[in-house]
């Protein structure tokens, strides 16, 4: 699976904090995930030090 990041995302993750590997392993490797059936996408979510990513 190849992720390519907007310039967006990384905006707002410079913001909040948030390192992209961080990121990229949560999207890769989190067992939680769940499908919001509104926007019909897939979400994964994870820790990214004391904070909860949703992604």
């Known amino acids: 699976m190849r992720i390519t990041w ?5 905006y707002k993750a410079s913001l909040r904090g948030f390192d992209l590997p961080t990121i990229e392993n949560i999207v890769r490797y989190s ?5 919001d059936a509104v926007t019909g ?3 994964a979510i994870g820790r ?3 904070k909860l ?3």
Request: with cysteine; hydrophobic share 25%.
């Open 6 to 10: 907007t310039d967006y995302l990384r």
């Open 31 to 35: 067992s939680e995930r769940y499908f």
């Open 41 to 43: 996408r897939r979400i």
């Open 48 to 50: 990214c030090n004391s």
């Open 53 to 55: 990513i949703f992604c």
